[in-house]
């Protein structure tokens, strides 16, 4: 089966760094768009950044540019996101997700429905 695992959530000051962790498993990695994706408190789910697993091309929502930065471990089948001055609007349960099928109906990439595979999310807490 298909499987999501994140890790490396926490607790951190504004200005603060933290580096997040995704490991797939059951599926060809290579062949995968992945993506992160953040919720904060009460609001909508939304998508942050995106990198297609074969290539080196990357996808930054305007609201990290210049402060996260997404890498793999493709031999590890494992996608991160370094998150560099934080800031307390970052807050918000991350979540890692995969497109591993054919294309549905939504071809927007940092569209919740453009995925089929979620992980359980990581919590990320910026304090002022």
């Known amino acids: 089966q298909v499987q999501l695992v994140e890790s490396g959530g926490g607790s951190v000051q504004a200005g603060g760094s933290l580096r997040l962790s995704c490991v797939a498993s059951g599926y060809m990695y290579n062949t995968a768009y992945m993506a992160w994706f953040r919720q904060p408190p009460g609001k909508e789910r939304e998508g942050v950044a995106v990198?297609?697993?074969?290539?080196?091309?990357?996808y930054y929502a305007d609201s990290v540019k210049g402060r996260f930065t997404l890498s793999q471990d493709r031999a590890k089948s494992t996608l991160y996101l370094q998150m560099n001055n934080l800031e307390p609007e970052d807050t918000a349960m991350y979540y890692c997700?995969?497109?591993?099928?054919?294309?549905?109906?939504?071809?927007?990439?940092?569209?919740?429905?453009?995925?089929?595979?979620w992980g359980q999310g990581t919590q990320v807490t910026v304090s002022s």
């Open positions: 990198i297609y697993t074969g290539r080196t091309a990357t």
């Open positions: 997700a995969s497109h591993v099928g054919p294309y549905g109906a939504s071809r927007d990439i940092f569209a919740g429905e453009f995925y089929h595979y």
